[in-house]
């Protein structure tokens, strides 16, 4: 079993739709938990960084984090064709140096 | 958020040949870095831990004589990838982490290198 699961997707949604991006993990050490957005050919670019169980929002952004579930979830508002790339979800945790991503899912944001 | 650099972004090289790739934080003291690689279509895959004043920690599979990193200093690590072959050809990726161990566990990437070795 993969220390993260990502759905791979791709997921193709209309202009403005609300978008749901979701990861589980099985090690409920992690603690650190961050979203990256990366576009073809280009290193990710780190979009959302928790550490808490809840709620964080940054403009059209929300990171959601359930501890519990071992779940986390990044909602995109109202999305945009400039949208339109790979997102990773990526963890980590106190006791060991790494960082564990997704697979990424591919996002596509039609017009 | 912290800016990290990598250079070149794009590199081309003949079979045999040695290439080196930089990656600094500009803006912050990177105890760590990482360096990945990604193929097309595939999610980022760990190569080594780079630490800054010791040697780099190689995860299994990779080959250190062939992937030779150095972090001389708190703001640079660089990746010499050695006597290249087409195999070699991927998408490289730098990463830092920002601040101190367990205080901030942000991590910021450079824009990544595209080895084709010809």
């Known amino acids: 079993q993969k220390e993260v699961e990502q759905d791979p997707g791709p997921l193709s949604v209309p202009e403005g739709a609300i978008v749901s991006l979701n990861c589980t993990y099985s090690?409920?050490?992690?603690?650190?938990f961050m979203w990256y957005r990366q576009y073809s050919r280009k290193g990710p670019e780190l979009l959302m960084y928790?550490?808490?169980?809840g709620n964080k929002e940054d403009g059209r952004f929300t990171a959601q984090v359930d501890k519990s579930s071992k779940y986390i979830s990044l909602f995109i508002r109202d999305s945009q064709p400039s949208d339109s790339a790979t997102y990773l979800c990526a963890m980590k945790d106190n006791n060991f140096n790494k960082f564990y991503f997704g697979s990424g899912t591919k996002l596509n944001v039609k017009p | 958020g912290a800016v990290v650099s990598q250079h070149p972004s794009r590199v081309i090289c003949k079979s045999g040949t040695s290439v080196k790739i930089e990656c600094r934080s500009l803006d912050f003291q990177a105890t760590t870095m990482f360096w990945y690689r990604q193929f097309p279509k595939q999610s980022l895959m760990l190569m080594a831990t780079s630490n800054e004043g010791s040697k780099a920690t190689y995860e299994q599979g990779v080959e250190k004589d062939k992937f030779l990193i150095n972090h001389a200093s708190l703001t640079l690590s660089t990746l010499t990838v050695t006597s290249a072959h087409p195999e070699d050809s991927s998408f490289y990726i730098c990463?830092?982490?920002?601040?101190?161990?367990?205080?901030?566990?942000?991590?910021?990437f450079g824009s990544g290198t595209q080895l084709s070795v010809l």
């Open positions: 928790t550490y808490s169980s």
């Open positions: 090690n409920s050490a992690f603690q650190y």
């Open positions: 990463s830092a982490r920002e601040g101190p161990v367990a205080t901030n566990e942000k991590l910021f």
